[in-house]
């Protein structure tokens, strides 16, 4: 593979006529109860979605709404990683670099894209405009992931090298959440010296273990939240992180159970009120589940968990981890929103970032960036103005 090169999603279609063939074989679980969403994903929205999926779904149209934006892929330390690449409309775009969770992908940030990019087009200054850079994590989508690395602890640097010996950004800035919080986190300890200002919306979870004094009564509440969560929401964190391999086989096989696994958390961890759709048409939601599909890749995603939970391992225990008590230099900003899996008070976050900017947001969930795109893009043009 040259350094870098143009890429463009193209599915064949011996793919989508396989998946079609197991929708239409689909077996909905018998069930003597309805008990909505509360004991995992909802049995009656999945057939729904399932049959909208087989008859009125089409890949084609979304395959070439995605292809609209700019695809590549680099060869980054002999890794396979696929990035979007847009350009910004201003006098001296900043470069910005967004950084996804689980379970999603670049797909995450496509709504938010235009709204970096083009500030003067959709209500904003021109001189707020981001050059903006969106990699799939190694082992999501396009992305690669070998079992030798990188793994969860290099991500981090990987990004680094993109930005800056690929794309040649001698100063840039970074924004994350869920695991792309870790990665903004690993940005913001290793590479300050590059690193304008890094944009979290929430704090990554690894710090709850850290060991504090003096807590806050917040700081205790949040805290608290997150052993509830541990209890009664992390069942999946647990699984995919110590037996990646038995779920990724069943969903790897069954298009109708990676969507019963992707949906639950897309509805669980949402500002929708109890109606997924409010956040999610159903084009969105089995776009998302499409690209974990066609990529074949929902079992190497799985892997960024078994790098949490078994830091024993040797592909996980070098690189960045190397610099875990790293102070973390560069200024930070958060946009908390109501809905995200847990909220930390800004007195927590003020524990292990230089905090320089902090909003709380009236609505909106884990997925900041599809639920509410125009607020988010605003905190980052404020946040990032002062580095420009």
């Given at each position: ?23 239409s ?32 779904f ?11 934006l700019?695809?590549h ?14 350009r ?9 670099v ?57 991500f ?54 850290a ?40 969903l ?137």
């Amino acid at each position: 593979m040259k350094m870098v090169e143009p890429y463009k999603i193209a599915v064949d279609q011996a793919v989508l006529d396989d998946l079609s063939t197991r929708l239409s074989a689909f077996r909905i679980p018998p069930s003597p109860e309805d008990r909505g969403w509360e004991d995992g994903t909802n049995l009656r929205y999945l057939a729904e979605l399932v049959d909208y999926w087989r008859d009125r779904f089409e890949w084609r149209a979304q395959e070439a709404a995605l292809n609209r934006l700019g695809h590549h892929l680099a060869d980054v330390d002999g890794i396979q990683l696929h990035f979007i690449h847009e350009r910004g409309h201003g006098p001296a775009p900043l470069p910005l670099v967004l950084a996804h969770g689980w379970p999603d992908g670049f797909q995450r940030f496509i709504k938010l894209i235009p709204l970096l990019i083009d500030p003067a087009a959709h209500g904003g200054d021109a001189a707020d405009a981001f050059d903006v850079v969106v990699p799939s994590l190694p082992g999501f989508g396009f992305s690669l992931r070998y079992e030798q690395g990188p793994a969860r602890a290099d991500f981090g640097r990987l990004f680094h090298r993109l930005m800056t010996e690929t794309l040649g950004y001698a100063r840039y800035g970074a924004h994350g959440g869920d695991i792309g919080a870790v990665v903004c986190d690993q940005l913001c300890r290793n590479h300050a010296d590059a690193v304008v200002g890094v944009h979290f919306t929430n704090v990554p979870m690894g710090h709850t273990a850290a060991d504090t004094g003096n807590l806050t009564e917040a700081e205790r509440t949040f805290l608290a939240q997150m052993r509830q969560f541990q209890k009664w929401g992390a069942g999946y964190m647990h699984i995919q992180g110590t037996k990646p391999w038995t779920p990724a086989a069943a969903l790897n096989d069954s298009p109708a159970g990676l969507a019963a696994w992707i949906v639950e958390k897309m509805y669980a961890w949402s500002d929708c009120q109890g109606d997924i759709e409010r956040r999610f048409t159903k084009d969105e939601i089995l776009t998302n589940v499409m690209l974990y599909w066609i990529t074949q890749s929902i079992g190497t995603s799985f892997l960024c968990y078994r790098d949490f939970t078994k830091p024993q391992d040797r592909a996980t225990s070098h690189g960045a981890e190397e610099n875990a008590d790293r102070s973390r230099s560069a200024p930070a900003g958060f946009a908390v929103f109501p809905k995200e899996i847990a909220n930390a008070p800004r007195e927590w976050a003020e524990r292990f970032y230089e905090v320089r900017h902090w909003s709380v947001m009236p609505a909106g969930g884990h997925f900041a960036a599809w639920e509410e795109p125009a607020r988010l893009a605003a905190d980052l043009r404020t946040f990032f103005r002062p580095f420009r």
